[in-house]
T-cell receptor
């Protein structure tokens, strides 16, 4: 079974530029998460989707971050414009459904904002 | 609100030493508890879980017991190997947080020397 795929693996941009990350969850997984993991910290939830609907985006900085999952499968996370403090690893995870316990994580995208 | 606190690292051990990584939690409901492991350059992987009080989760020689009376879920292994070097995250998932959101601790880095 293929795991959660993310691209790119690494991205370096200058502040005020835009960037987009892509995630393809495990086939059949209805729930998809985007997390931000700053160096030395645990993952922090940015947004949770159930199929193509948003369940929780309370910690998403909506003035600069946006995410979509239009067809309920793959998802994109965008930052526009980026700030220095956005430097982090962006993790995508999926699980079968909301009531299931185990999340499966992708390898992450490491973003460096200069 | 719900939270997870785990011991700060790094933890440095010699091969075959006994490992304990402490984790305590605060939750209003009856959460499920998890330990995730993150190897260098990879995403998080579920190591073990426990869904109710007094449950013991175990995997790959690691184990942790859900202690409701002390609100703890300490990770233990009797004899660590160099290959266990990684970052370990304690986490909880509670249906009362909405959408079974998972909250992670800050992580504890483990170094095992040969």
């Amino acid at each position: 079974e293929a795991g959660v795929a993310q691209s790119p693996r690494y991205k370096i941009i200058e502040k005020r530029q835009s960037v987009a990350f892509w995630c393809n969850p495990i086939s059949g997984h209805a729930t998809l998460y985007w997390y931000q993991q700053i160096l030395g910290q645990g993952p922090k939830l940015l947004i949770q989707f159930q199929n193509n609907g948003v369940v929780d985006d309370s910690q998403l900085p909506k003035d600069r971050f946006s995410a979509e999952r239009l067809k309920g499968v793959d998802s994109t996370l965008k930052i526009q414009p980026a700030k220095l403090e956005d430097s982090a690893v962006y993790l995508c995870a999926s699980k079968l459904g909301q009531t299931y316990n185990e999340q499966f994580f992708g390898p992450g995208t490491r973003l460096t904002v200069l | 609100g719900n939270s997870v606190t785990q011991m700060e690292g790094p933890v440095t051990l010699s091969e075959e030493a006994f490992l304990t990584i402490n984790c305590t939690y605060t939750a209003t409901g009856y959460p499920s508890l998890f330990w995730y492991v993150q190897y260098p350059g990879e995403g998080l992987q579920l190591l073990l879980k426990a869904t109710k009080a007094d449950d013991k989760g175990s995997n790959k020689g690691f184990e942790a017991t859900y202690r409701k009376e002390t609100t703890s879920f300490h990770l233990e292994k009797g004899s660590v190997q160099v290959s266990d070097s990684a970052v370990y995250f304690c986490a909880l998932s509670d249906q009362n947080t909405g959408g079974f959101k998972t909250i992670f601790g800050a992580g504890t880095r483990l170094f095992v020397k040969a």
